[in-house]
């Protein structure tokens, strides 16, 4: 069974920091690259960061530098440190694999102001 539930987003200001959590289904985790999605309203989801499940890293130009996506393979756990966040970074922000399965999680709403 796949599932992934994604936590940790919230409101913060600009230039503040969240750390988004997802804890995925072993069916999902286990020998797949990991990625952290994003969808803004009238947009398409997009890929922001990829892990390998070595720990290759890959981001997408506009979060380089800013997030820094990591795993835990015991606890099957993906996680997104975002720093700096500017108001363009607010949307619902999902984990799944890259990839993407056709299964998606709740995600988590992250809200920036100005």
């Known amino acids: 069974q796949v599932q992934l539930v994604e936590s940790g987003g919230g409101l913060v200001q600009a230039g503040g920091s969240l750390r988004l959590s997802c804890a995925a289904s072993?069916?999902?985790?286990?020998?797949?690259?990991m990625g952290w999605y994003r969808q803004a309203p009238g947009k398409q989801r997009e890929l922001v960061a990829s892990?390998?499940?070595?720990?290759?890293?890959n981001y997408a130009d506009s979060v380089q530098g800013r997030f820094t996506i990591s795993r835990d393979n015991l606890s099957y756990m993906v996680y997104l440190q975002m720093n700096n966040l500017k108001p363009e970074d607010a949307a619902v922000y999902y984990c799944?694999?890259?990839?993407?399965?056709?299964?998606w999680g709740q995600g988590t709403q992250v809200s920036v102001s100005s």
């Open positions: 892990i390998t499940r070595g720990g290759t890293t």
């Open positions: 799944n694999g890259d990839p993407a399965w056709s299964s």
């Open positions: 072993r069916k999902i985790f286990t020998g797949n690259t």
